[in-house]
C-alpha cells in the first residue's frame, strides 16, 4: 500500500539510501518532494529543507532509480549521495568491513550493502580509497559554491540597476521629464533575468500542478510588471511630465497613470538578496561538520619491508590503510586512523574530536583516535579501524543523521507549508475582489492583493528546525557531544531524573592506588619501593594498580626483585634490596606468623567499609604498612553531579558494585540516592519502576550492562569511551570520558530546542501579523517583499547564536 512504513517490511528486505534534492526553494518544496516518496510502496523518506537532502528507506521491490524518477517527476532533480566508505583489504588479502566490538562480524552482510545507489561507492571487490571528508561528495559541494557564486553576481546586477528605480519612485525631486521610461529600462533586466529562477521555478510547478513560494513572487512581480506596461503604453504613465510619490502603504491615484516598476525590480532584488543571505548561512550553518569531516589526516607513513630486510617508511594516502597496517606518527602529526600504539609515548591532543583541551599523555598498548594530534615522541601504531568503523566517521554520521531529522514541531510547521501556497493565492484572490467591491479603488485593489503575495513565504517556518539543529549538533559535535536525532530534543526538556553508572562514568573505571598507612618508623617511601617493585612482577589487576601508583610516587624509579613468588589468592612474596617482602592479604602475613600491629587492623577494616581493597605489606618479619587500592573518582565528577541537579535533574547512582563502595562513591561526589548491587537486568527495571512514578529518566552509561537500560531510559547517554553496545543504545553519545559533558550535553540540547521553538513563533508570528496588513492594504509590496526576505534571514541568524555555545 502507499506509504508503506520501514517497520512493514521486513528487516532484510529494508534499505536505506541518501539523496541530494535540487531545486528545491521553500519549505512547500520539500513538503512536495516527501509527500510524492512517501506514497510509493514500501517507502519512508524525510526531506529537509535547510539539508537539501532526502533520507530514504525503502523496500526489496524499489530500485534507487525509481527514487530519483519520482523526484525528477515532481520538478526536481536527485542524486545519490556517494559515500566513500571504503571495504578495506585485510592483511590476509580478503575484503569486509573490518570487525569492532560489539559489532557485527566481518563476513556479515546487511541491507544496505546491497542498496544499488552505493554500488559505486561501497563495492565488495575494490577498495575505495577514503578521503578526509568521508560522508560527504565533492560534486556537489562544487554545485554549491557554483550556485552560491551565480545568485551573487544575479544579486549584484540586480542591486545596480533596481536602486535607481526604486529611488526615482521613492524620490519625487527626482522623476525628470520621461523617467518612467528609464525606470521601465533599468527594471526589465532585473524582473526578467534577475527573477528568472522564480519564474523558471514556477513554470516547472505549474506543469506538475504545484504551486509554491517562487509561484508567488514571480506572480506578484510579474503582475507589478505587466500592469506598469499597460500603463506606460496604453494608460498615461508614459506621458511626458507623469509623476507619482510613494506611500508605505498600498494606496495610489488613477489607474492608467500608476506604475509598479519600482515594486517589480525591488521585491525581486530584496528576495535574490534573502536567499543570498540565507544560502550564506546555511553554508555556516553547516560549517562545524564540515570542519570535523576535514579534521583527518590526508597521507600517512606506514612500515614496509625494504629490499634488505629492514623496514622503511613509505608515505601512502590514508585511504589506502587497512586494518593491520603499522604506521608512524612523528610529532605535530596528524594520527591518520584509529588504532593501538605499538611503539613510543607521547601527549596526544584529542581537543579536535573531545573538545578537552589537555592533551593525554600515551604509551605503548594504549588506544589513539584518527584525526588527533601528536604533540611530541614518535609513535608507531597499528591501525585497528580504518575507513566509515573509525570514530570519526562514525561521530559525522551521527550529527549528519541528526541534521536530516526534524522535530515533531518542524513536521507541523511542513504540514503548514504544504498548503500554505494555495491559500495564499486564494487570499489574494480574495483581497482583489473585496476591495473592488468595497472601494471600487482598482489601484488600491491590485496593490494590496500583490502585497499578499509578496508577504506570505513559508520558507521561515521550513528554515526554523533545520538550521537551528545544523548548528546545534555541529557545535555539540566540535565540543564532543553527538546528538542522534531531534526528538532528543524534546527528551532532554522533560528529563526530571538522571541515572548514572558508577564505573567508567562517575569514576576512572581502573583500579587505582589510593593511602597508604604505615606504622611508626616506617616512611611511604619505603612502603611503596618495596611493595612496588615486587607487585610489578604480578599480572593481577590490583598489582598493577600498586605498581602504576608506587612508580609515579618514587621519582628515583622502583628496584628489581631477586625473588619473585606469587600465592594464589593470598599475594606475592619475594626478594627486594635484600629484604623478604610479602604484600598481601593478612592470611599471606599470618601464614608466615607474622602478626598484624592493631593501628594496621584498624586501616584495614576502615578501608572494608569504605568498599576498598586492602593490602597489607610486610618485610624482614614485620608488618609495615597498608596499601588502599580502589576505583578511583574522576576530578571533574563532583562538579558534574553539581550541574546536574542546576538543570533540574534528580541525580541517581546505579552500581553493581556493593553496598559500601557505592555509598563511599555518592558520598564523594554529592549524591543522596543509591541502587546497589543491581544485576545488569535489574537496571532495566530500576528504569520502569521510576518511569511508573511518573518521572521522566535519562541514564548515563559506558558498558554492555548497560546498554538495555539506555535504551529503556526516555533520555540515554553513553561515553564515548565505552562500549560499541552502549553507544548504540544511547540517545546522546559523549565522546569525552567525563560525566561533565552530560550537563553540556543536556544544557545545549535544551538550547537547541528553545532555538526551535522560538524561531517557529518568529516564523508563524510572521505571517499571522504580516498577511492582515498586507490585506487590509497597510503594506506597499515592495515593503513587503523586503519584509518576507529578512524573515527568514532572522530565522537563520537566530539559529547562529547556538556557535557561541560554551
Known sequence: ????????????????????????????????????????????????????????????????????????????????????????????????????????????????????????????????????????????????????????????????????????????????????????????????????PFHRATWTNLRHGAATM????????????????????????????????????????????????????????????????????????????????????????????????????????VGDLV??????????????????????????????LTGESVPVDTTTGDPVTGATLNTSGRLVVEATRVGGDTQLARMAELVENAQNGKAAAQRLADRISAVFVPVVLLIALATLVVWLLVTDDVTASFTAAVAVLIIACPCALGLATPTALMVGTGRGAQLGILIKGPEVLETTRAADTILLDKTGTVTTGRMTLGRVRTVSGTTEADVLRLAGALEHASEHPVARAVATGAAARTPAGLPSPTAFTNVPGLGVRGTVEGHEVLAGRPKLLADAGIALPPALAGAMTDAARQGRTALVVAWDGEARGVLEVADAVKETSAAAVAELRALGLRPILLTGDNRAVADAVAEAVGIDEVYAEVMPEDKVDVVRRLQAEGRSVAMVGDGVNDAAALAAADLGLSMGTGTDAAIEAGDLTLVRGDLKVAADAIRLSRRTLSTIRSNLFWAFGYNVAALPLAAFGLLSPMIAGAAMAFSSVFVVTNSLRLRSFT
Open 214 to 317: 517562487d509561484t508567488l513572487v514571480s506572480v506578484g512581480t510579474l503582475a507589478a510588471f505587466g500592469w506598469s506596461l499597460w500603463a506606460l503604453f496604453l494608460g498615461s504613465a508614459g506621458m511626458p511630465g507623469m509623476r507619482h510619490g510613494f506611500a508605505f502603504t498600498g494606496a495610489r491615484s488613477d489607474p492608467s497613470s500608476t506604475i509598479y516598476l519600482e515594486v517589480a525590480a525591488g521585491v525581486v532584488t530584496f528576495i535574490l538578496l534573502g536567499r543570498y543571505l540565507e544560502a550564506r548561512a546555511k553554508r555556516t550553518a553547516g560549517s562545524a561538520l564540515r570542519a570535523l569531516l576535514h579534521l583527518g589526516a590526508k597521507d600517512v607513513a606506514v612500515l614496509r619491508p625494504g629490499p634488505d630486510g629492514r623496514e622503511t617508511e613509505v608515505r601512502i594516502p
Open 1 to 196: 500500500m502507499p506509504g508503506t512504513t520501514a517497520a512493514e517490511v521486513p528487516a532484510a528486505e529494508t534499505s536505506e539510501t541518501e539523496l541530494t534534492i535540487g531545486g528545491m526553494t521553500c519549505a512547500s518544496c520539500a513538503a512536495r518532494v516527501e509527500k510524492k516518496l512517501n506514497r510509493m510502496d514500501g517507502v519512508t523518506a524525510t526531506v529537509n529543507y535547510a539539508t537539501e537532502r532526502a533520507r530514504v528507506s525503502f523496500g526489496a521491490g524499489t530500485a534507487l532509480d525509481d527514487l530519483v524518477a519520482t523526484v525528477e517527476k515532481t520538478g526536481y532533480t536527485a542524486r545519490p549521495v556517494r559515500r566513500t566508505t571504503p571495504r578495506p583489504l585485510r592483511p590476509d588479502g580478503a575484503s569486509g568491513l573490518p570487525g569492532r566490538a560489539g559489532g557485527a562480524p566481518d563476513h556479515a552482510e546487511t541491507a544496505t550493502d546491497r542498496v544499488p545507489a552505493r554500488v559505486d561507492a561501497e563495492t565488495a571487490t575494490d577498495p575505495v580509497p577514503e578521503r578526509a571528508d568521508a560522508g560527504t561528495d565533492a560534486p556537489e559541494r562544487a554545485d554549491a559554491d557554483g550556485a552560491l557564486s551565480a545568485l551573487r553576481r544575479r544579486l549584484l546586477v540586480s542591486v545596480t540597476l533596481a536602486v535607481p528605480v526604486v529611488l526615482m519612485a521613492m524620490v519625487p525631486a527626482l522623476q525628470f521629464d520621461n523617467w518612467q521610461w528609464l525606470s521601465l529600462t533599468l527594471a526589465a533586466p532585473v524582473v526578467v533575468w534577475g527573477g528568472l
Open 323 to 352: 586494518v593491520g597496517d603499522r604506521f608512524v606518527v612523528r610529532p605535530g602529526e596528524k594520527i591518520a586512523t584509529d588504532g593501538t600504539v605499538l611503539e613510543g609515548s607521547s601527549a596526544v591532543d584529542a581537543s579536535m
